[in-house]
């Protein structure tokens, strides 16, 4: 009789980096995403007397490695498209239903805090204001996202510690979609990074397991995607 071994299944599920990466990590890259990760950084906290859109600088640098993806993709595009969509449905019933629809209200409500994300709310006014914008919050958004955490911040953190890579990425994805209105006298936003950390987790892991951000960039897109399309139609 065969002994269940979860162990075993999710070493074997999750392996060395899965099934390898599709996008080399050289020094040239590392430097990039360093260097870009600490100008977020200091923007994100107002301590540098500018802001600039950095992805447009980023994306181009990494020119190679975003090839390679494609490339990775091309190779196997049924399974790219099929992980992709599955995973669309997990971070929804995960990330949005469970942790950002029930657990973050519950935890509101206990609080007496009225738990709005004012980085979406802010993102949502400007897409009535100008639908233009969906190709960015959809399209452009993601892709940078996925880029710049997966391949960037994981890829660059996992060198240290694996496990310490998760959970670091996921901090600073939540961080990205809090820390303005956080920053503004808005400490309750602080009570909203579970959820984002949830839904960048699933994505890392994906990542981890595919060796590819393609399908994570996907499933990311539909997750913006959906839910601004009845904004959009709603207006």
Same mark, same amino acid.
């Given at each position: 009789?065969?002994?269940?071994?979860?162990?075993?299944?999710?070493?074997?599920?999750?392996?060395?980096?899965?099934?390898?990466?599709?996008?080399?990590?050289?020094?040239?890259?590392?430097?990039?995403?360093?260097?870009?990760?600490?100008?977020?950084?200091?923007?994100?906290?107002?301590?540098?007397?500018?802001?600039?859109?950095?992805?447009?600088?980023?994306?181009?640098?990494?020119?190679?490695?975003?090839?390679?993806?494609?490339?990775?993709?091309?190779?196997?595009?049924?399974?790219?498209?099929?992980? $992709?969509? !599955? /995973? @669309?449905? #997990?971070?929804?019933? &995960?990330?949005?239903?469970?942790?950002?629809?029930? *657990?973050?209200?519950?935890?509101?409500?206990?609080?007496?805090?009225?738990?709005?994300?004012?980085?979406?709310?802010?993102?949502?006014?400007?897409?009535?204001?100008?639908?233009?914008?969906?190709?960015?919050?959809?399209?452009?958004?993601?892709?940078?996202?996925?880029?710049?955490?997966?391949?960037?911040?994981?890829?660059?953190?996992?060198?240290?510690?694996?496990?310490?890579?998760?959970?670091?990425?996921?901090?600073?994805?939540?961080?990205?979609?809090?820390?303005?209105?956080?920053?503004?006298?808005?400490?309750?936003?602080?009570?909203?990074?579970? $959820?984002? !950390? /949830? @839904?960048? #987790?699933?994505?890392? &892991?994906?990542?981890?397991?595919?060796?590819?951000? *393609?399908?994570?960039?996907?499933?990311?897109?539909?997750?913006?995607?959906?839910?601004?399309?009845?904004?959009?139609?709603?207006?």
């Amino acid at each position: 009789m065969r002994r269940w071994d979860s162990r075993g299944r999710v070493r074997r599920w999750y392996g060395e980096a899965g099934r390898g990466y599709d996008e080399r990590f050289g020094r040239w890259e590392a430097w990039c995403v360093g260097v870009f990760w600490v100008l977020m950084l200091l923007m994100w906290f107002r301590l540098l007397p500018f802001a600039l859109p950095l992805w447009i600088v980023l994306l181009p640098l990494l020119w190679r490695p975003i090839g390679d993806a494609f490339r990775g993709s091309a190779r196997r595009p049924g399974r790219i498209v099929a992980t $992709g969509l !599955v /995973t @669309f449905v #997990v971070l929804v019933a &995960l990330a949005n239903v469970l942790v950002q629809g029930i *657990l973050q209200p519950m935890i509101g409500a206990a609080l007496g805090v009225p738990l709005t994300n004012l980085n979406t709310a802010g993102g949502m006014e400007q897409l009535r204001a100008q639908p233009w914008l969906y190709l960015l919050f959809v399209v452009v958004g993601p892709f940078e996202e996925e880029v710049s955490y997966r391949y960037g911040l994981f890829r660059l953190l996992e060198r240290v510690n694996v496990p310490v890579a998760h959970v670091a990425t996921g901090l600073v994805f939540a961080l990205q979609h809090v820390v303005v209105g956080w920053l503004d006298g808005h400490p309750d936003q602080l009570l909203l990074i579970p $959820g984002f !950390v /949830t @839904f960048s #987790v699933i994505l890392t &892991l994906l990542y981890r397991r595919t060796g590819n951000f *393609l399908p994570g960039f996907l499933a990311h897109a539909l997750a913006n995607g959906v839910p601004l399309a009845f904004v959009l139609l709603s207006s």
